[in-house]
């Protein structure tokens, strides 16, 4: 069961992670607006 738990929690951390990424390339110049993106998105 310990292996699935942090099996799980890498996975959130690589969507995260992935979300952030994708936020910021996607906003591109803007940052404070990707900033808030991320924010919101957590």
């Known amino acids: 069961m310990v292996v699935i ?3 799980m ?3 959130c ?3 995260s ?3 952030l990424a994708l936020s910021f390339i ?3 110049d803007e940052r ?3 900033m808030g993106i991320t924010i ?3």
Request: glycine fraction near 4%.
């Open 9 to 11: 929690w890498l996975a």
């Open 40 to 42: 919101i998105g957590s």
């Open 17 to 19: 992670v992935a979300y």
């Open 5 to 7: 738990n942090n099996i």
């Open 32 to 34: 404070w607006l990707a």
């Open 13 to 15: 951390m690589l969507v």
């Open 26 to 28: 996607v906003v591109r």
